[in-house]
Nanobody, 123 residues
Framework: QLQASGGGLVQAGNSLRLSCVVS????????MGWFRQSPGKEREFVAG?????????YYANFVKGRFTLSRDTAKNTVHLQLNSLQPEDTAVYYC?????????????????WGQGTQVTVSS
């Protein structure tokens, strides 16, 4: 029901655009989030939006203006534009949906996950 794509291998300083297509049910009342996970580390919040219509967007502190989340309601898609990528951004990126948008930053509050897309940044 959530399909993530857009990952790849890039050099430091370059960009990628991740997409998460939602299908199979209505998520209009769900918050949507992007998380990432590196080997041996917990899944961490990257960015999220509290709702498809008029929702607020939040970012993790480490994003520092480099990433931008957007949504295309007509295509049921949430995008994450990754700019100025650094080797420490290397991870599997997951999109998820949570029925409790006030817990947007907490992975354990998400009930739906996409399969993940690998982002690898070389130095």
């Amino acid at each position: 029901q959530l399909q993530a794509s857009g990952g790849g291998l890039v050099q430091a300083g370059n960009s990628l655009r991740l997409s998460c297509v939602v299908s199979g049910r209505a998520f209009s009342d769900y918050g949507m989030g992007w998380f990432r996970q590196s080997p041996g580390k917990e899944r961490e919040f990257v960015a999220g939006i509290t709702g498809w219509i008029g929702g607020s967007i939040y970012y993790a502190n480490f994003v520092k203006g480099r990433f931008t989340l957007s949504r295309d309601t007509a295509k049921n898609t949430v995008h994450l534009q990754l700019n100025s990528l650094q080797p420490e951004d290397t991870a599997v990126y997951y999109c998820g949906a949570t029925p409790t948008a006030r817990y947007l930053r907490f992975a354990r509050k998400y009930t739906y996950w996409g399969q993940g897309t690998q982002v690898t940044v070389s130095s």
